[in-house]
Structures are given as structure tokens and as C-alpha cells.
């Protein structure tokens, strides 16, 4: 009975941030001080008007069309038209239990190469390793803020033998990096993905947390070949309701067609009280307009006090543009762990977290960069997103939040920054030097 799992898939592991998150869930209930900067969930409480739709809807009980009802996906076209200037046509969007389900049917349908990004999210290659393709990575550097250049789509394309059709995964904006493209650099990309017949899938899960609400979509520049991937779990604060969906271009209807037929022999459809509740909180977008300027100031101000008090350190990372994470590198500490036979990011996470308490994820494996290179995703949720929610609605949009909005209303990320921060200078060469 050893046989019964293929071949290539005899080490394949669950999601490393649910597993890891699952792990730090007990020892916390447990009474454990520990920073938690590994799980990306949004800290904030589900935007009220889809609770309030919800209580109305909980008792419906009938299955709905697959590809979810009409009027929702009107509401979901609508939305994007209001926020993104995008022309959608709801025949093509296909809502499911999320958009990780529909990432994972595309993939299992799609018949071509798969290009994936490094870093990138946990979940891709895993999902394109269980779909049987052998996925080619794009690597990218902190240099270069993590994002691809249409030169290395050039190297990709001239260093593999790739099949006439591809498709590459673009997380914009980014995780695990924060980083997001501009205008120019999607049309850039846009050119050079038509050039070589390179389809996209386009996750933009974090393009409402835009901290300048400002997000913009590679589907303006390029309609034809891409697919947008989206959803509720991360704007919306709604990641357990399961909500998601995919836009697709008239010219890949096929493509549509089998991940609408695979998704009717899986998930049947999303569930029906979800879908009359989003649809009735999409009548009220002055609502969700307010809620995520909110929610994505108070982003904005966290992420950039954590990029701010580790760089002050020597750390390196981008400063965020969206969503909940950065991405550092604490190559500055490689002699003085190296010194303590720490030689991989997986050691010094869990020396990290041994010895300050605080947990991030290492970038290699999980996110596709080296075992060795002490790249790290930290997320920077841990805080009560109730309290400082409320506390930036009585502030109002017009005022901007307080120097000791973190320390006051964030404690949790403010006093776990604080505590890497002592840290890494304590294995800092340089300010080990400066003390002696």
C-alpha cells in the first residue's frame, strides 16, 4: 500500500502558513508570548453591511448556478467599473469558494507551461506541481523591489524550451514582497507578454488595500490574454467566507468553458447565503469605499512603521504599497549567525523565534528563494483591526493618524518589531563592533 500516492508527490506538504499558523494557534492559547507575524489574515472585523446581509440571507439553502448568480455578477462588474475604470462583462466571471479553488481548476485545465515568480506566494507551485506541470520560475531581486522587467521574460523565454502556449501568475500587488507595479510597468510587461504569446493570471486579491487607492490592473493594458483573480478575503476582511472569482477575456471562452465544467463536477457552487449577502453589500459602495480607506491607511501606517524600524537596523526591504507584508532580508546578520553554525533562513527563524519570540516565515523554500538567503515574510496583522478601526473612524479621512497610532492602537506589531529590532543588532557585526 506504499504505492498509493504518485511518485513525484511523495513529499508533498500541506500549505506551510496554514500548518505553521495552525502550530502557533496552540502555543498562544497555550499562554505563549509570541509575536506572530506569519499568517496573512486580515485583523479587522467583516465590513458591517455584509454581515447585516448576511443575517437576511442565512436561510437560503438552494444550490445556485455555477458560475454564481447573475446579479452578482453584475454587482462584482459594477464594482470594478466604479473603483478600476474596467469594462467586465459578467458572462465571464466565475464566482467560487474562493479563488484559490479557481487558481487550482485553471491550472489543472490549462495545457501549457506554467511560469511562476520568485517569490511568490506559497501556494502556486504547489498547486502547479499537483496539476502535473513542472513550473518555470522567474526569479527577481530586492534590487529591482521583486518585480519582473520584460528582460526577464526575454531570459525566461530564451533559456527554456517553452511550449507555444504559457502562462504566467502575477501576484499585483504583491505577497510576500508588498511591492506593486505602476502604469508604466504593466504596459511594458503587457508588450512583452503579447510578443511571446504569454497568457496572464493576474492575482490581484490586495489591488482594493491599494494604500494610495490607486491600484491598477494589467487587464487595461493587456484585456485579451489576461485573467483576473480576485476576491473578498483580504478588502473585505471576509477570508472564511470563501468568496472569490475569476475574469476572463472573451478570447479565452474555452478556457472559461472547462474551468466552469470542472468547477460544476467539484465545488457546485458558492454558497447561497454568501452570494445575496456580497450582492446586497455591492448596492452600497460609498460603504466599502470608506471601509477600505480605512482599513488601508491603517495598513499603510503599520507596514510602513515596520520597514521603517527594521531598515533603521541595516534589514532590507521595500517599503509596502499594499496588503499586510514585507518581505525582509537580514543578510546583515550572516557573519554572527554563521558564527553559531546558522547557516539557512530556516535556522534563524527558529533561533528568532527561541530567542525574541517573534515568528515569520523563511523565505526559501516556502516562497521559492535559496534555503541560504535570509530573506524572510513578515506579516504585519497581529493587532486588534477592531479597536483600530473605530479608532480611525472617530478620527475621520480628513485628519491623517497620529505619530503613536502603532504604539497605541497596534501594540502587538509595535512591541514585536521592537523586540526583532534589539535582536538583530545584538547579531549585527557592525553594532556589535560600535559597543566594543
Known amino acids: 500500500m506504499d504505492d498509493l500516492v504518485r511518485p513525484d508527490l511523495q513529499n508533498y506538504s500541506p500549505a506551510s502558513n496554514l500548518s505553521l499558523n495552525e502550530e502557533i494557534r496552540k502555543r498562544l492559547a497555550a499562554g505563549e508570548t509570541i509575536y506572530h507575524f506569519a499568517f496573512g489574515q486580515s485583523p479587522f472585523p467583516i465590513i458591517e453591511t455584509a454581515v447585516e446581509a448576511l443575517k437576511e440571507y442565512a436561510g437560503e439553502n438552494a444550490y445556485l448556478p455555477v458560475a454564481g448568480t447573475l446579479e452578482l455578477r453584475q454587482s462584482i462588474a459594477k464594482f470594478h467599473k466604479h473603483f478600476e475604470d474596467l469594462d467586465i462583462d459578467p458572462d465571464n466571471i466565475i464566482v467560487a469558494p474562493g479563488s484559490k479553488e479557481l487558481i487550482f481548476l485553471l491550472l489543472q485545465i490549462f495545457n501549457g507551461d506554467v511560469l511562476i515568480i520568485s517569490p511568490s506566494w506559497t501556494t502556486y507551485h504547489p498547486q502547479a506541481k499537483l496539476s502535473h506541470h513542472k513550473p518555470i520560475i522567474v526569479n527577481t531581486t530586492l534590487d529591482k523591489e521583486w518585480k519582473i522587467t520584460p528582460e526577464d521574460i526575454e531570459k525566461v523565454v530564451r533559456e527554456n524550451e517553452i511550449h507555444k ?3 504566467i501568475i502575477m501576484n499585483n500587488p504583491d505577497n510576500p514582497s508588498g511591492t506593486s507595479y505602476t502604469r508604466e510597468e504593466l504596459k511594458k510587461l503587457s508588450d512583452c507578454f503579447r510578443l511571446h504569446n504569454i497568457l496572464v493570471l493576474s492575482d490581484e486579491i490586495y ?19 489576461t485573467i483576473l483573480s480576485t476576491g473578498l478575503s483580504k478588502w473585505a476582511s471576509a ?58 491607511r491603517i495598513m499603510m501606517t503599520v507596514g510602513n512603521y515596520c520597514q521603517r524600524e527594521l531598515t533603521s537596523v541595516g534589514v532590507r526591504c521595500v517599503v509596502p504599497k499594499s496588503g499586510y507584508y514585507i518581505f525582509p532580508d537580514f543578510e546583515i546578520m550572516r557573519t ?5 553554525g546558522i547557516t539557512t533562513c530556516e535556522q534563524m527563524c527558529k533561533a528568532m523565534t527561541a530567542e525574541c519570540s517573534v515568528v515569520v516565515m523563511a523565505g526559501g523554500p516556502a516562497f521559492l528563494r535559496p534555503v541560504e538567503e535570509l530573506t524572510t515574510r513578515l506579516c504585519y496583522v497581529p493587532f486588534d483591526g477592531k479597536g483600530a478601526l473605530q479608532a480611525s473612524r472617530k478620527l475621520g479621512l480628513d485628519k491623517p493618524l497620529p505619530e503613536t497610532f502603532v504604539k497605541d492602537y497596534c501594540t502587538p506589531v509595535y512591541d514585536g518589531i521592537q523586540a526583532l529590532k534589539t535582536w538583530v543588532m545584538k547579531h549585527s557585526e557592525q553594532y556589535v563592533n560600535s559597543i566594543q
Open 336 to 340: 554572527m549567525l554563521n558564527k553559531r
Open 207 to 225: 489591488g482594493r488595500l491599494h494604500y494610495d487607492q490607486d491600484h491598477s490592473s494589467i487587464l487595461q493594458y493587456y484585456p485579451e490574454g
Open 165 to 167: 502556449n504559457r502562462i
Open 239 to 296: 477570508g472564511g467566507w470563501r468568496v472569490g472569482y475569476h475574469v476572463f477575456p472573451t478570447e479565452l471562452s474555452s478556457l472559461k468553458k472547462a474551468v466552469r465544467s470542472a468547477a460544476s463536477h467539484t465545488y457546485s457552487c458558492c454558497p447561497a447565503p454568501m452570494q445575496y449577502a456580497i450582492t446586497k453589500m455591492f448596492q452600497d459602495l460609498n460603504a466599502v469605499d470608506s471601509y477600505t480607506k480605512h482599513c488601508s
